[in-house]
């Protein structure tokens, strides 16, 4: 299970953290990812890390203010969100995969994870 928390009002320029809680697995045998969905938008990728932390990815529109540390000891993977945009709107849900893949598709690809929180609204005012 996936537990998806830290959403919240913020103005723009503003920071936030989100957090996903993990239960019913060893969280060090998932990759996990951070995807988001805007009203009337289809769920894109954001951002996601490799089991190990070795590896990062993010979306082009979050690099350089987003980043997805997790902590295997405190099952648990964050989104810490910073100079948020208006545009960065919507609700962010967590997902995990067992599933060993090295290429950057299977990271930023919904269909490639197994498991999905219940999603947390962000909201960036202008």
């Known amino acids: 299970q996936l537990q998806a928390s830290g959403g919240g009002l913020v103005q723009a320029g503003g920071s936030l953290s989100l957090s996903c809680a993990t239960s019913?697995?060893?969280?060090?045998?998932?990759?996990m990812g951070w995807f988001r969905q805007a009203p009337g938008k289809e769920r894109e990728f954001v951002a996601a890390i490799s089991r190990n932390s070795w590896t990062t990815y993010s979306a082009n529109s979050v690099k350089g203010r987003f980043t997805i540390p997790r902590d295997n000891a405190k099952n648990t993977v964050y989104l810490q969100m910073s100079s948020l945009k208006p545009e960065d709107t919507a609700v962010y849900y967590c997902?995990?995969?067992?599933?060993?893949?090295?290429?950057?598709?299977?990271?930023?690809?919904?269909?490639?994870?197994?498991?999905w929180g219940q999603g947390t609204l962000v909201t960036v005012s202008s």
């Open positions: 997902a995990a995969s067992k599933t060993y893949y090295t290429s950057r598709y299977y990271y930023t690809t919904p269909r490639f994870y197994e498991y």
């Open positions: 019913g697995g060893t969280f060090s045998n998932y990759r």
